[in-house]
Nanobody, 119 residues
Framework: QAHVIESGGGLVQAGGSLRLSCAASTSTFNTYEMGWFRQAPGKEREFVASIRYSSGSTSYADSMKGRFTISRDNAKNTVYLQMNSLKPEDTAVYRC????????????WGQGTQVTVSS
């Protein structure tokens, strides 16, 4: 039974934009923090961005900062990742997850949505 479902991926040309959505159950959404991660072909999973439930504070990986924006809609139990100025190296499976404290590992991973950026 899925707690998190990602959507919004697809094929886009370099310089284009996509907005990913992460729809979660209430119990999963109302955790300490939710984050976006990605895994490119032949590479390990890497952190993209996160947002805290209580404060709304955000965090970004340096390579994504200025191009990607994470946000949330509490009424819809949904976290978004707006991706602009996409590059071929952004091609990856993007996954959403939640963690319950500042010291715990992320859990409740979604199945992911594929983002492919062509030249």
């Amino acid at each position: 039974q899925a707690h998190v479902i990602e959507s919004g991926g697809g094929l886009v040309q370099a310089g284009g934009s996509l907005r990913l959505s992460c729809a979660a159950s209430t119990s999963t959404f109302n955790t300490y923090e939710m984050g976006w991660f990605r895994q490119a072909p032949g590479k390990e999973r890497e952190f993209v961005a996160s947002i805290r439930y209580s404060s709304g504070s955000t965090s970004y990986a340096d390579s994504m900062k200025g191009r990607f924006t994470i946000s949330r809609d509490n009424a819809k139990n949904t976290v978004y990742l707006q991706m602009n100025s996409l590059k071929p190296e952004d091609t990856a499976v993007y996954r959403c997850a939640a963690r319950y404290t500042a010291y715990s590992a992320y859990d409740n991973w979604g199945q992911g949505t594929q983002v492919t950026v062509s030249s």
